[in-house]
């Protein structure tokens, strides 16, 4: 009996010391959003069987992924920053020159398989500007604050002329972050946020004549004017780039407080949602689950970016602070992106719902970015032990 007793303890204690690494309020936070995400995506693929299996192993990969980075020290992460970001923009430029062409974009690079290269830099952004301004603390001056935006700008440029709008507002939005964190004064940042009114207020006013098809809207395509002059008016499109804004907002409408129940939501199930699985599977969680579900929902992405913030703020170290304080507004981009664009306030771009969307590309980014936060939580923890 006493022997059993302490294989017990030692079965117990090496499991502690195995998940040591994970940051337990993440940890849930995380789970708990893939669990709303499972069964939502039960409920939006009922007619595609194998898609939740596909899932719930994408899940699996994403959390062993977690476990790794998680007990990677911060100092190691630093090491990757430059060579990963190096590699990315060769990538980039590699797509530019000779990349895969599909539906009008050329986004992809086949190197044996198939791969994006524009997803390595929602990670090897926030590494390399964390990296740069770590080697200058406490002596940055304005001029790093440009060579930060030069790092930043050349990958998004690159990533916006494949095209790719969805994307490079992720990786802008996540180096951005940590320029800001890193000491950007608000001061600056007033003026573009004023412009940037005034640019959506004149659109606004001049709709009908600025969205006339004879009108060119310098450094955007034709699609992106399309998608912003649809969104202003989606019934000027009814059954083309308005179909998608359209059916989203009648199926979040037509869910109402407390929702149509779990499998009974009818748009989503007669197909009038498009990309239901992914881009669109939160008005299929609205339908079904109602404001009631949605504020849910809500609370969940809130307690996620509250708690990496927390990390942040107590991060050992300038650069994981950048890096935590980064990863974590990326995840709100996310978010705010994804849920702006489904009900109807935002332009359509291929931006998924953090641990919601069907994807393994897309979830294992959000795994290695929670995997990394996760290190800069278990760094301090080692600090104070």
């Known amino acids: 009996m006493q022997a059993l007793q302490f294989d017990k303890r030692v079965w ?5 010391r195995m998940f040591a690494g994970f940051d337990k309020p993440l940890a849930l936070i995380v789970f708990l959003l893939l669990c709303v995400g499972i069964v939502t995506l039960y409920s939006a693929s009922l007619d595609v069987p194998g898609r939740v299996e596909d899932q719930l192993r994408n899940i699996m990969l994403t959390f062993g992924l977690m476990w790794i980075l998680a007990n990677v020290p911060p100092p190691t992460l630093m090491r990757f920053a430059v060579p990963m970001y190096t590699i990315g923009m060769a990538l980039l430029i590699a797509v530019a020159m000779f990349g895969l062409t599909r539906k009008g974009a050329k986004r992809w690079l086949n190197v044996g398989v198939v791969i994006q290269p524009s997803e390595i830099m929602k990670i090897a952004m926030p590494l390399m500007l964390a990296w740069y301004f770590q080697r ?52 600056l940042i007033v003026p573009v946020l004023v412009a940037a009114v005034l640019v959506v207020a004149s659109i606004g006013i001049f709709q009908e004549r600025i969205c006339q098809p004879e009108v ?23 059954l083309g780039k308005g179909f998608h804004t359209i059916q989203a907002v009648i199926a979040i409408g037509s869910g109402g407080t407390f929702g149509k129940g779990w499998l009974k939501g009818t748009q989503s199930h007669l197909e009038f949602i498009p990309e239901k699985h992914t881009d669109f599977i939160f008005a299929v969680f609205s339908e079904e689950f109602g404001l009631a579900g949605g504020l849910v929902l809500l609370f969940l992405y809130m307690a996620l970016i509250a708690r990496g913030l927390f990390i942040a703020a107590n991060g050992a170290t300038l650069f994981g602070r950048l890096l935590a304080g980064s990863l974590t507004m990326a995840f709100f981009t996310y978010a705010f992106v994804n849920i702006g664009m489904v009900s109807g306030i935002l332009p359509v771009v291929g931006v998924p719902l953090p641990f919601m969307s069907y994807g393994g590309t897309a979830l294992t980014t959000l795994g290695v970015a929670v995997g990394l936060i996760m290190s800069v939580s278990r760094q301090k923890r080692l600090m104070k032990g």
């Open 136 to 187: 200058r603390e406490g002596g940055i001056r304005w001029w790093d604050y440009i060579v930060g935006f030069i790092i930043l700008i050349l990958p998004v440029a690159i990533i916006a002329k494949q095209p790719d709008l969805g994307t490079a507002v992720l990786v802008f939005a996540a180096g951005l972050f940590v320029i800001y964190f890193a000491g950007l004064s608000f001061k």
């Open 12 to 16: 117990l204690e090496r499991t502690k």
């Open 216 to 238: 060119n809207w310098p450094l955007m395509h034709d699609y992106q004017k399309h998608r912003i002059c649809t969104l202003l008016d989606p019934t000027s499109d009814p």
